[in-house]
């Protein structure tokens, strides 16, 4: 009865990335499960070929899974039958052109930008041009390394919007303007992703509007539908510069005048993108109801003077809270009476 021969599932990865690394034409599952050590030992050991197999797709996932991306060719002539498919990791995924050379200090920067974004929000661009530098294998200056911040995207729509612009596809999604009470359906060819003031928005052209148009991530109220209708790529061309260069031009004819009362949490949040004004500073903003939720949140600690809309939209937030908290108040209060005998 033959003996069961292990390896250690990294040694099989290992052997799996070098062999399909090295072919052009790709291999075949069955020359893999008979040919790659790992599996040529569990084979000749008498596992099953279901059982190999299934050992292969795992394999498969999770070297997908840690941004090495093994590519499927089907047949030629039917791209969809996979009955004798070939696998293979193409070597370009790895390679930099001839002519691009960096310096430690160079590719210490470029490892920490790549180190700041999270696997799950950087583009495939992004995810190959890292692997590349990676794969390079020279060291690199140590001292920037060990600050690496994180950036989080909590919108959901981020991901979806960043396929169709890679893509080139329309999207789909109801969009809730400012002081409108029901959101819209929008159907947009996305162009950017830009992020203004600490928010995340979106850029491209409205089909319904006829022209471009910025959208707040924070009011797609619905999933974001990516539609099989295609737009030129080169449309995206300078596309983020142009969103940002409208956004910051917005901002400067918006400008709210605020009192702050010093060394509080408003006075160190706000006076970085202030300046100051005669009476108190002057802050730019672009969405007059997102300032109005921040201003509101401080409390005592600012007050509005200008404009006049801009302090109605703070006074009304104040007074909801107010009431709220005077409505539990009240409920707390009913309730303690009940239960006195």
Not at 164 to 189: P, S, T
């Amino acid at each position: 009865m033959p003996t069961e021969t292990r390896s250690a599932p990294e040694e099989r990865l290992v052997n799996l990335v070098v062999a399909l690394m090295a072919t052009e034409q790709g291999l075949t599952k069955d020359t893999i499960l008979t040919s790659v050590a790992g599996y040529r030992e569990q084979s000749s050991a008498g596992a099953s070929k279901d059982a190999l197999e299934k050992m292969f797709e795992r394999d498969k996932e999770n070297l997908r899974s840690l941004g090495i991306p093994v590519e499927t060719i089907g047949d030629y002539a039917d791209p969809d039958d996979l009955r004798e498919a070939r696998y293979r990791i193409p070597t370009a995924e790895y390679e930099l052109p001839a002519d691009i050379d960096f310096t430690p200090a160079e590719l210490a920067v470029l490892n920490l930008a790549g180190g700041v974004w999270s696997e799950s929000s950087m583009s495939d661009d992004a995810r190959s041009g890292l692997r590349k530098i990676r794969a390079l294998g020279i060291e690199v200056d140590a001292p920037i390394i060990g600050y690496s911040p994180r950036v989080n995207l909590r919108e959901p729509s981020f991901a979806p919007l960043q396929r169709a612009i890679e893509q080139g596809r329309v999207v789909e999604f109801a969009y809730l303007k400012a002081g409108e009470e029901a959101a819209g359906v929008r159907r947009v060819q996305p162009y950017a992703l830009v992020e203004y003031e600490a928010r995340w928005h979106v850029y491209g052209f409205d089909l319904a509007q006829n022209d471009v148009r910025t959208f707040l991530l924070s009011r797609i109220v619905s999933d974001v539908a990516i539609t099989r209708v295609e737009f030129d790529l080169a449309r995206r061309e300078g596309a983020g510069e142009r969103a940002l260069e409208g956004l910051a031009a917005l901002a400067s004819r918006q400008q709210a005048l605020l009192e702050i009362a010093p060394g509080t949490e408003a006075a160190l949040r706000l006076t970085r993108r202030a300046t100051p004004a005669d009476q108190g500073i002057r802050v730019p903003y672009v969405d007059i109801h997102i300032l109005a939720d921040e201003l509101a949140s401080y409390g005592p600690e600012v007050r509005v003077v200008e404009p006049c809309a801009l302090r109605e939209q703070v006074i009304a937030r104040l007074g909801r809270t107010l009431r709220l908290h005077q409505d539990s108040a009240d409920a707390g209060a009913a309730a303690e009476t009940e239960t006195i005998p």
